[in-house]
């Protein structure tokens, strides 16, 4: 059962690249996040998505862009990097639809913008 | 707003002895609670969740939390600690105004010491 993958695990990248992070789920969840971790600052929302065909805004979306064209996927792009976008993105998805469900998180994927 | 606080960044504790780790919250309605645990380089896993019934709800690992509605808390807690159980612990509770939405604290790092 692989749950939720995300790629790369880790990626260097120069500032002012565009970058985009995979993030696949096999288990039919209608939600899907993407969060950012830094330290001291615990976990923040960047976008999610109710279902497919659907996004919105989280805490911190400057910078980035999702898309859910189907259920499975949900790719987060950074349009032109800045080493403040520095940081461990997770993905994560949940049942939805007002359940109250855990949600189920990938690995992370650790991007460093210079 | 509606938000977790959670007031230590680290607890320390030896092997054996009970461990508790804080949380309170602010949310409109009813609140539902969760614990995720986070070891290195790991993503987020979901331990146990509070959503309607005993105020005192068992969950992974041996772990416990108990809910306190005039507290406005839900301290994760264990009897007796394990050095494998130092990690990274977040406490969320559910957005009611989007209920597919968690809002997280900032994390506590367990340290618990042979």
């Known amino acids: 059962i692989a749950g939720i993958t995300q790629a790369p695990t880790s990626q260097i990248l120069a500032a002012g690249r565009r970058m985009t992070l995979r993030c696949t789920q096999d288990?039919?969840?209608?939600?899907m996040y993407w969060y950012r971790q830094d330290l001291g600052l615990g976990l923040r929302l960047i976008h999610y998505?109710?279902?497919?065909?659907?996004?919105g805004k989280g805490e911190v979306p400057d910078g980035y862009s999702v898309s859910r064209a189907n259920t499975d996927d949900f790719p987060l792009t950074l349009a032109s990097a800045v080493p403040s976008q520095t940081s461990v993105y997770f993905c994560?998805?949940?049942?939805?639809?007002?359940?109250?469900?855990?949600?189920?998180f990938g690995e992370g994927s650790r991007l460093t913008v210079l | 707003a509606q938000s977790v606080a959670q007031p230590e960044d680290q607890v320390n504790v030896a092997e054996g002895n009970p461990l508790t780790v804080k949380c309170t919250y602010s949310v409109s309605g009813n609140p539902y609670l969760f614990w995720y645990v986070q070891y290195p380089n790991r993503g987020l896993q979901f331990l146990l969740k509070?959503?309607?019934?005993?105020?005192l709800v068992k969950g992974s690992y041996g772990f416990e939390a108990e809910f306190n509605k005039s507290q406005t808390s839900f301290h994760l807690k264990k009897p007796s600690a394990l050095v494998s159980d130092s990690a990274l612990y977040f406490c969320a509770v559910r957005d009611n105004y989007n209920t597919d939405k968690l809002i997280f604290g900032t994390g506590t790092r367990l340290q618990v010491f042979p």
């Open positions: 994560a998805s949940s049942r939805g639809q007002g359940n109250t469900g855990e949600l189920f």
């Open positions: 998505s109710n279902t497919a065909g659907t996004t």
């Open positions: 509070y959503i309607t019934g005993d105020n």
């Open positions: 288990m039919r969840h209608n939600a």
